[in-house]
């Protein structure tokens, strides 16, 4: 992997981090946009992590261009202030796999190298290409009839779960869904910041409320929360349904928020009131949870493997048996209407 930053010590600290993996090598580092140019071209790196903030050329400029002439995975990362994570969501936007944030004084080395490791390798087998922005021509049309009013229980629930591509996906699927759906609560891996930024991005595409979740806040319908970066999102029960719950428990599968915290506490509180769907992501998180949610009875959906940036996460759940139905990115909202539909499990 190739390493593009200006900053010399941000560059040692993401070269030693991530040496501690023997799965990785790092075969060289640039300072800038240029000298990345010339050592994509000499040493064919398979992933490329990206500063967005650099001298002569930005971060940004430099990734459409890369895109477009020579796509590699790239892993974004960049001091996420808001100003930062605004231009790192448009990074994901121009094709970068995957969003980190900066190394800092706060971190060990440790923690650092295991974090960093995630990103790579889920960049490393991301397929290249997929683009799960637009459907083909003449294959989806949104949906857009909001659902009546007492159309669903105070009890149903949707849930979502996405990692790796899943920024890209949820700015697909979100936005086609109808208003008037119950509540929605989302668990994308997502570092700290970034997610305010990506929430409020998707409020303004969706034909419903979608925040950033606050501890304790009710989920109602018409509002879809995003779990904050670096907080597990749980639900409890409340008069009238669900409230949100944020705990900095320790992660789960190197990761917090985690899917699986999220799913598992749904099938505690909501069993069979729940319709839940596994994005594009790495690894196994979701797939337990997804479990518990279906011996409670619970509607499960998984994205299938060909609109799957990464299709570790779905292919975890559908190993085990949990997926009621598979389905491609662009028939996703449909299916979860459909699910929604369906007669509760007894």
Same mark, same amino acid.
């Given at each position: 992997?190739?390493?593009?930053?200006?900053?010399?010590?941000?560059?040692?600290?993401?070269?030693? +981090?991530?040496? =501690?993996?023997?799965?990785?090598?790092?075969?060289?580092?640039?300072?800038?946009?240029?000298?990345?140019?010339?050592?994509?071209?000499?040493?064919?790196?398979? /992933?490329?992590?990206?500063?967005?903030?650099?001298?002569?050329?930005?971060?940004?400029?430099?990734?459409?261009? =890369?895109?477009?002439?020579?796509?590699?995975?790239?892993?974004?990362?960049?001091?996420?202030?808001?100003?930062?994570?605004?231009?790192?969501?448009?990074?994901?936007?121009?094709?970068?796999?995957?969003? $980190?944030?900066?190394?800092?004084?706060?971190?060990?080395?440790?923690?650092?190298?295991?974090?960093?490791?995630?990103?790579?390798?889920?960049?490393?087998?991301?397929?290249?290409?997929?683009?799960?922005?637009?459907?083909?021509?003449?294959?989806?049309?949104?949906?857009?009839?909001?659902?009546?009013?007492?159309?669903?229980?105070?009890?149903?629930?949707?849930?979502?779960?996405?990692?790796?591509?899943?920024?890209?996906?949820?700015?697909?699927?979100?936005?086609? $869904?109808?208003?008037?759906?119950?509540?929605?609560?989302?668990?994308?891996?997502?570092?700290?910041?970034?997610?305010?930024?990506?929430?409020?991005?998707?409020?303004?595409?969706?034909?419903?409320?979608?925040? #950033?979740?606050?501890?304790? #806040? #009710?989920?109602?319908?018409?509002?879809?929360?995003?779990?904050?970066g670096d907080f597990h999102l749980t639900l409890l029960p409340s008069t009238r349904g669900y409230r949100?719950?944020?705990?900095?428990?320790?992660? /789960?599968?190197?990761?917090?928020?985690?899917?699986?915290?999220?799913?598992?506490?749904?099938?505690?509180?909501?069993?069979?009131?729940? /319709?839940?769907?596994?994005?594009?992501?790495?690894?196994?998180?979701?797939?337990?949870?997804?479990?518990?949610?279906?011996?409670?009875?619970?509607?499960?959906?998984?994205?299938?493997?060909?609109?799957?940036?990464?299709?570790?996460?779905?292919?975890? +759940?559908?190993?085990?048996?949990?997926?009621?139905?598979?389905?491609?990115?662009?028939?996703?909202?449909?299916?979860?209407?459909?699910?929604?539909?369906?007669?509760?499990?007894?």
């Amino acid at each position: 992997m190739l390493i593009v930053d200006d900053s010399a010590l941000a560059r040692r600290a993401i070269s030693e +981090a991530l040496s =501690l993996d023997p799965e990785l090598e790092v075969v060289g580092v640039a300072h800038d946009a240029y000298a990345a140019r010339e050592k994509i071209l000499a040493l064919e790196p398979d /992933v490329i992590t990206l500063d967005l903030e650099m001298p002569r050329m930005d971060g940004l400029t430099f990734l459409k261009i =890369l895109q477009e002439h020579h796509p590699v995975p790239v892993v974004v990362v960049s001091s996420l202030t808001p100003q930062g994570s605004a231009k790192a969501l448009e990074a994901l936007e121009a094709g970068a796999v995957d969003v $980190l944030a900066k190394p800092n004084g706060s971190q060990t080395l440790g923690a650092l190298a295991d974090q960093l490791a995630y990103h790579v390798k889920a960049a490393a087998s991301a397929r290249r290409g997929v683009r799960p922005v637009t459907a083909p021509p003449g294959t989806f049309t949104a949906i857009n009839q909001p659902v009546p009013p007492g159309r669903f229980s105070e009890r149903r629930i949707i849930l979502i779960g996405a990692s790796t591509g899943g920024v890209e996906a949820l700015r697909f699927l979100l936005p086609r $869904l109808p208003a008037g759906l119950p509540p929605i609560a989302v668990v994308q891996h997502i570092p700290p910041n970034f997610s305010r930024i990506m929430a409020n991005r998707l409020n303004e595409l969706c034909p419903f409320d979608v925040r #950033e979740a606050t501890d304790g #806040e #009710e989920l109602r319908p018409g509002l879809c929360l995003v779990a904050p970066g670096d907080f597990h999102l749980t639900l409890l029960p409340s008069t009238r349904g669900y409230r949100a719950r944020l705990t900095q428990s320790p992660p /789960v599968h190197h990761c917090r928020p985690s899917v699986d915290v999220l799913f598992r506490s749904a099938a505690e509180q909501a069993g069979a009131d729940a /319709v839940a769907a596994l994005l594009t992501g790495m690894g196994a998180d979701g797939a337990r949870g997804m479990q518990a949610l279906r011996a409670a009875g619970a509607r499960t959906l998984a994205e299938d493997e060909e609109s799957c940036v990464v299709f570790g996460m779905p292919q975890a +759940a559908i190993k085990l048996g949990v997926v009621d139905q598979v389905v491609p990115l662009q028939n996703m909202p449909f299916a979860v209407l459909q699910a929604l539909s369906q007669p509760v499990r007894a």
